[in-house]
């Protein structure tokens, strides 16, 4: 069955940085644009980052243009969330989906389940 597993989540103090994985198994990863998400306490669950099947678009939030960087290996069937420069604001559980190329979590039936992002001030 399809998988999604998110990893590298944790605690870390404003302006660190910190990488997220997403492991994709039971569909062909290649076919398929992929995305972040994520949601904190309280809050309804906003669109983060997502790539195209190649890699040859990306779109991001505004909240985090500049800051992170989403990526994928296509052979190895991972995604990539490089953040940098981690805010308090930043604190959420992350959550990686896969899909047609969009910003709307509605538009994506294959979610993880999620990963702790933790920045401290």
């Known amino acids: 069955q399809v998988q999604l597993v998110e990893s590298g989540g944790g605690l870390v103090q404003a302006g660190d940085s910190l990488r997220l994985y997403c492991e994709a198994s039971g569909l062909t990863f290649s076919n398929y644009a992929m995305a972040w998400f994520r949601q904190a306490p309280g809050k309804e669950r906003e669109f983060v980052a997502a790539i195209s099947r190649r890699m040859g678009r990306t779109g991001y939030a505004d909240s985090v243009k500049g800051r992170f960087t989403a990526s994928r290996d296509n052979g190895k069937s991972l995604m990539y969330l490089q953040m940098s420069s981690l805010k308090p604001e930043d604190t959420a559980l992350y959550y990686c989906?896969?899909?047609?190329?969009?910003?709307?979590?509605?538009?994506?039936?294959?979610w993880g389940q999620g990963t702790q992002v933790t920045v401290s001030s």
């Open positions: 989906a896969a899909g047609p190329l969009s910003r709307r979590s509605s538009d994506y039936n294959r």
